[in-house]
């Protein structure tokens, strides 16, 4: 289905590697260090691939106690820790929603006013929507627990996220 492309890997600049899904939590809370409210990741990738455990890294890093859960069925799902943390899921949204009926320029304001991040799955139709972006495709590796991420920003991918691919949890390949 169209409103489920998944990027070609071929347009992302910077490309790590994570070795279980604790390693992709290590990379995220790596990830989580960098923001400072009003970023938007965009989180690619195929069904199963790790996103959600991507945001579960980052929310916990964060600050957040409550348990982390995929919002496929309630689109998105609020987290308080350090920053807000805005998980959506569009998985389920079919193309002919209006994304402005669910609330997503409401979201989209609250993350320009900087007080919050948000971090979505499935995310082909909000990206036009947002001018400064953080996109992540992950896509299996070559083993069952090998997972490849693939970065890139918009309008540019800033110094401190392509340097993720330098050190520790989730390192260059
Ligand atoms: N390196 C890894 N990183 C992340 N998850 C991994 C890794 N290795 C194995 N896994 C497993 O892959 C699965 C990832 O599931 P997750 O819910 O994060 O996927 P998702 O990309 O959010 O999928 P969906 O599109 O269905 O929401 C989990 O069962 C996790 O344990
Ligand atoms: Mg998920």
């Not at 916990?60 to 998105?76: K, N, R």
């Not at 308080?80 to 959506?88: A, C, I, K, N, T």
């Not at 006013?113 to 495709?137: D, F, I, N, S, Y």
């Not at 991918?157 to 340097?163: D, V, Y």
Request: proline share 8%.
């Amino acid at each position: 289905m169209a409103e489920h492309r998944i990027p070609d890997p071929a347009g992302f600049g910077v490309r790590l590697r994570t070795t279980s899904p604790d390693d992709t939590r290590a990379l995220a809370a790596r990830a989580a260090d960098l923001l400072r409210g009003g970023e938007t990741l965009l989180l690619h990738g195929p069904l199963g691939a790790g996103k959600t455990c991507f945001v579960q890294g980052l929310c916990t890093a964060l600050g957040v106690v409550d348990e982390v859960t995929s919002p496929t069925f309630t689109l998105a799902n609020r987290y308080e820790g350090r920053l807000v943390v805005h998980h959506l899921d569009f998985y389920r949204i079919g193309p002919e929603a209006d994304l402005a009926d669910i609330g997503v320029d409401a979201l989209l304001d609250e993350i320009d006013a900087g007080e919050a991040v948000l971090v979505a799955e499935w995310p082909q139709r909000l990206a036009p929507l947002v001018k400064r972006r953080l996109e992540l495709l992950v896509l299996p590796g070559a083993t069952p627990e090998e997972r490849i991420w693939h970065l890139r920003g918009v309008p540019e991918l800033p110094a401190p996220w392509a340097a993720l691919a330098s050190a520790g949890g989730g390192g260059a390949c």
